[in-house]
């Protein structure tokens, strides 16, 4: 009888437990364990649930205990047709978990204005905040590239080929940008995948110039603040003039009073798009 009320005991502790542990990691939520119907099945997505945020979805894309949440904005009524994709990468003001935050300053990218002129796919990743984009000493000058992306840059590579492989993605017009770490990343990605991307915008970043010959055929175009007190201007004059000096021809745009931030007036400056989506990888 005592035996019996035990093993009784002990089944009853193990429900209680499973199912506290699957309440505890859904947050209360439903599992994202994705159905057939669900797109983001297609990077095997789990953990938290997030709800959709001014027309962007958002996952998580998990490798063993690593995990990069992001968002992705898919055109309404998507038809047949294949559609550029743009790889926005935010900055130190936006790393975290939440899912979110990076969205502050790229939801105008699924905006109607923008997308009625330049229809694509949006892409939003976001680094962890004890992660970076890009392994460095605090950025300081000069910069030297290593070949071993840091863990949520290699994420990232994985995603973007995720992504091509699942939606209509124009593989000639992918584009990638961004600001402060977003704009190191940037050159990072270019550097690592100089035949993937059709064009770039860094913004008030840097790399190592001794990478310029590997990118000299990419068209991008650049922006920094002279004022810039946390990435020096340096970086991005010396980036510019070595794809110069390897024959490669980047557009360049400094703002003369500005300081770190040229984000504010960068992404809303409608040539750089328009120059941006006419760009295609030959």
Known sequence: MKSNTVCRFCVLSLFLLINFTFFSCTNGKKSAEVTKSESIEIVNAKG???SDYEGFKGYDFVEGTNRLPFRIFVPENISDKTYPLLLYIHGM???????????????????????KKH???????????CKRWVKSDNWSYPLTFCETPTVPM????????????EYPV??????????SMGGFATWDLLCRLPDKFAAAFPLCGGADLNM??????????CFHGAKDPTVSVKFSRDM??????VGGNPKYTEYPEAGHNVWDITLNYDPLFDWLFYQTRK
């Open 119 to 129: 229809s694509c796919i949006v892409l939003v990743p976001q680094c962890s905040k």
């Open 154 to 165: 290699d994420l990232l590579m994985k995603l973007i080929e995720k992504i091509i492989a």
């Open 48 to 50: 938290c649930v997030y």
């Open 93 to 115: 003001g936006s790393i975290g978990s939440d899912n979110k935050k990076p969205l502050e300053l790229s939801a105008r990218f699924g905006k109607s204005e923008f997308q």
């Open 170 to 179: 124009d593989t000639s017009r992918i584009y990638v940008g961004g600001p």
């Open 212 to 221: 310029a010959s590997k990118i000299r055929n990419v068209p991008i175009w």
């Open 240 to 245: 510019v003039k070595a794809l110069k000096d």
